[in-house]
């Protein structure tokens, strides 16, 4: 591959939409969601592995993915489990990793496309982690038409940068953001954003850095309506009847920016870029075209053109606006931290609102 991006962000940012533009270049690898589906070690390290160690990090299914969907609260993002007549279940064999949503996202056959990336996958030397990457995106790129530049594109990502440019030091990133009530009031309604701050939430209370640092202990010690959440299978009425403030999507939104604008700034700033959601609503082809100058591909004519019809009245812009009075005041006052980290303070918060 000439040129690695990521596209990252809070989610809820458009990135999806992105997501489905950028399939479209002839020359984009689109990697959807990937380090959605495979986080952390020992994939996401420097750390060697064989082939088939690399594969098994690939092929094992994400156990919080296929709670979510045995227990009825998948992701609107999830791609797979929406076929029942592919082959794999969450329910019975576990979904694998990179079927969830990457590779729906390029084949229209993923089982086929697992099926021919397994021989050739096992078959690798052993090496670091990011060279067996780049092998991947090799053998991704050459099986739907010799794509030029990947692009990862995961919705909730910022929090990943700092590791990401350690472990690609090469990458470039394209940092999508959007304004912050309205992409808090999103955050509020979807799935994954509540069980994100629940999780949060879990692990505040047991005292521990991570999600992966908890033991059985930490969660004999959680109350009834959080433990469960760790499980297997759950009651979706933990996820989606709970009650959420909004303004603390809020919160949640500022932190999430205020900890990836500082992973940004490490990043040298040639191999960093902005991309605001409200501008590319409103100059898509401009915005589209300067995104593939920053990734190293051509602005054709007919993937602009496709890709304004496909941004063409999907954004919700000013949804914040019809809260209650209240709700919207301390909503803004909680995502002040956020704006400030991104520069877009006062009028200028406001006129992104389209207020």
């Known amino acids: 591959m000439k040129t690695l991006t990521f596209v990252v962000g809070t989610g809820r940012s458009g990135s999806t939409a992105l997501s489905q533009v950028l399939r479209l270049h002839p020359d984009v690898l689109s990697l959807n969601e990937l380090y959605s589906c495979i986080d952390g070690p020992p994939a996401l390290s420097r750390q060697p592995l064989t082939g088939p160690e690399f594969w098994r990090c690939l092929r094992e299914p994400m156990p919080v993915f296929d709670a979510m969907v045995r227990s009825g609260t998948p992701l609107p993002e999830f791609l797979y489990n929406r ?35 397994e021989p050739e996958v096992r078959s690798w030397p052993e090496r670091p982690a990011p060279q067996q990457w780049h092998a991947l995106f090799g053998a991704l790129a050459s099986r739907i038409g010799g794509r030029e530049a990947a692009v ?45 701050s629940l999780l949060r939430e879990i692990i505040r209370r047991s005292g521990v850095e991570s999600a992966s640092d908890l033991t059985d202990d930490h969660i004999k010690q959680l109350p009834d309506d959080l433990a469960p959440l760790l499980g297997p299978q759950f009651d979706p009425a933990l996820v989606l009847d709970r009650e959420m403030p909004v303004p603390d999507f809020g919160t949640l ?43 190293g591909v051509q602005p054709f004519a007919e993937w602009l053109e496709e890709g304004d019809e496909i941004l ?44």
Do not use: K
């Open 83 to 117: 076929h029942p007549e592919w082959r794999y279940s969450a329910e019975t064999t576990g979904i694998p990793a990179i079927s969830m949503m990457p590779l729906p996202h390029l084949s229209d056959d993923p089982d086929a496309l697992l099926d021919a990336l």
């Open 312 to 355: 063409d009245g999907t954004g919700r812009r000013g949804s914040a606006l019809r809260l209650p009075v209240r709700v919207l005041a301390e909503l803004r006052d909680n995502c002040v931290r956020g704006e400030r980290a991104l520069g877009v303070v006062g009028a200028d918060a406001g006129a992104a609102q389209g207020s």
């Open 152 to 196: 990862e594109r995961s919705g909730y990502s910022l929090h990943r940068v700092g590791l990401l440019h350690e472990l690609f030091p090469e990458a470039r990133f394209v940092h999508l953001f959007r304004d912050g009530p309205d992409c808090a009031l999103s955050m509020s309604r979807h799935n994954g954003y509540r069980m994100i």
């Open 253 to 295: 939104w500022s932190d999430l920016i205020c900890e990836g604008v500082e992973y940004l700034a490490a990043v040298p700033r040639e191999q960093v870029t902005t991309l605001s959601y409200e501008r590319l609503l409103d100059a898509p082809r401009q915005e589209l075209a300067r995104l593939a100058d920053f990734i």
